[in-house]
């Protein structure tokens, strides 16, 4: 079981972790020197480097996070391939979209303090806010329908990834009313940066404030991200490669400056900083310190809004929502002119992992994935803390039987020492419900769907010592045999 710290040091521990001055062995430092932990990060960092070599890739960073601590980062490649400057932990990137995670971060604190609602429509804050709707009877964009990528909106303001000519705030909001929605809101889920750019200007309008100075006040500051900028030229940053060429030659990119569109895609970080941005989705609790958000705030913004239409995917406010085999991820890539990146977190196992790179075709989602089924897979296991399970009581095989009510009738067995429910009248047996038991004869219905009492109490009725009837939420049925 993990160690409470309170959140007034957190900063300093991460520091001193990433940094490794402590002379005493850290949590994060045994965790990454378990066998399997050690094993893995071999075998990942054997194929990464095959990655380089076989892609001709410049540069990568990675790093993998448990809970509140940085448990391995490294850096693969060249930061700078002319320089010979070789990638490390603290080398910078343009972090391109990871920028709307903090965007949609700034919405919800300005939330918590009353200053704003999801539902509110953005004219109420932004009057000058007009555009060619797609169908004359549109309702108006909301706050939500811009951090869930359900407004409607264009993709883009204008030719900026091509010419790298940003507009300015001013100039988007003088576009504005020349853009066309290409659908109404809510009608599907349709990415675009111009709709965080809005929400930037949103956010600007309520506090008073630039998007990088309530950035820096709010979230950079509590959580000790002092290597994160917001569109600022820095001698620490990786320089930044076109994709390879067919004669394998890159081009290598300028600095960018996303101006009036910052809040879309111009943060700059790196893996420490980032990771302290990871650990803070894993704590619960109210608002305060390096606490950014309260617990409820995290789960809405964790929980799917808008499902793309082919319903692989959806959206959470700011974060991306993916089920792959079995589990959930929540997350955000991004991509500017020179570098990519991806952000890939667990929420239940609390591991998350990262990888940014100095290039615009080293797929990270690709290698993000790669990495969370290695190393992180293996960390979630090290740090896994095993749940209080009560032991067997061969007495609850008394509750065996069939139980009769209005709707039908409930088989309870006895499977491998644990009691389980089903339906015997189902034309397919599909996975039972366990019983789980939680005290004084009582149980707890686990059950993978929601239908039914999941999550509530189970319990028995006895008569001269034989049981009559099972309890379950607020129903009941009667034992027939």
Do not use: C
């Amino acid at each position: 079981m993990r160690v409470s710290i309170p959140s007034s040091v957190r900063s300093i521990l991460f520091t001193l972790l990433v940094s490794a001055v402590s002379a005493a062995p850290t949590w994060a430092q045994s965790v990454a020197a378990t066998p399997e932990v050690e094993a893995q990060i071999e075998l990942f960092s054997a194929w990464m480097e095959g990655q380089l070599e076989i892609r001709g890739l410049p540069g990568i960073a990675v790093g993998v996070v448990s809970g509140d601590d940085l448990v391995w980062a490294h850096g693969f490649g060249h930061a700078d391939v002319d320089a010979d400057r070789h990638m490390e932990s603290d080398t910078r990137f343009r972090m391109a979209s990871h920028s709307k995670l903090f965007t949609a971060t700034a919405i919800m604190q300005l939330r918590e303090d009353g200053r704003i609602r999801l539902d509110d429509p953005v004219t109420d804050y932004l009057p000058w806010f007009t555009y060619q709707t797609a169908s004359p009877d549109d309702p108006p964009v909301t706050i939500e329908q811009l951090l869930t990528h359900s407004s409607g909106l264009p993709r883009e303001a204008g030719s900026h990834w091509t010419d790298f000519d940003f507009p300015t705030t001013d100039e988007v909001r003088a576009l504005m009313q020349d853009r066309a929605a290409p659908f109404s809101p809510e009608v599907r889920w349709k990415y675009s940066n111009l709709a965080f750019t809005i929400a930037g200007m949103v956010i600007e309008e309520i506090s008073g404030m630039s998007w990088a100075d309530y950035l820096q006040q709010n979230i950079f500051d509590p959580l000790g991200m002092g290597a994160s900028t917001v569109d600022q030229p820095d001698p620490m940053m990786a320089t930044g490669y076109g994709r390879r060429m067919p004669d394998g030659s890159r081009q290598v990119f300028p600095f960018v400056d996303a101006r009036g569109m910052a809040a879309a895609t111009g943060l700059t970080s790196n893996v420490e900083d980032m990771a302290r941005f990871v650990s803070a989705q894993f704590r619960e609790g109210a608002r305060g310190g390096d606490q950014l958000l309260s617990t409820a705030s995290l789960r809405e913004m964790h929980r799917v809004r808008m499902l793309e239409t082919t319903w692989t995917r959806g959206q959470g406010i700011g974060f991306s929502v993916q089920r792959r085999d079995g589990t959930l991820y929540v997350g955000h890539g991004g991509g500017y002119p020179g570098y990519t990146t991806n952000t890939t977190i667990q929420l239940d196992s609390e591991v998350g992992v990262i990888v940014l790179t100095n290039t615009n075709d080293s797929n990270p989602a690709q290698i993000a994935q790669q990495l969370m089924e290695t190393v992180g897979h293996a960390v979630a296991e090290a740090t896994a803390v095993q749940p209080d399970v009560a032991a067997w009581d061969p007495a609850w095989e008394r509750f065996a039987g069939v139980y009769r009510s209005r709707g039908g009738e409930t088989r309870v067995l006895v499977m491998n020492e644990r009691l389980v429910s089903m339906n015997p009248w189902s034309t397919s047996i599909g996975e039972p419900t366990y019983l789980e038991p939680i005290g004084d004869g009582t149980f707890r219905m686990i059950a993978p769907t929601g239908g039914g009492a999941v999550g509530e109490v189970v319990r028995f009725v006895e008569e001269d010592g034989v049981v009559v009837r099972m309890v379950t939420g607020d129903s009941y049925s009667v034992r027939v045999r």
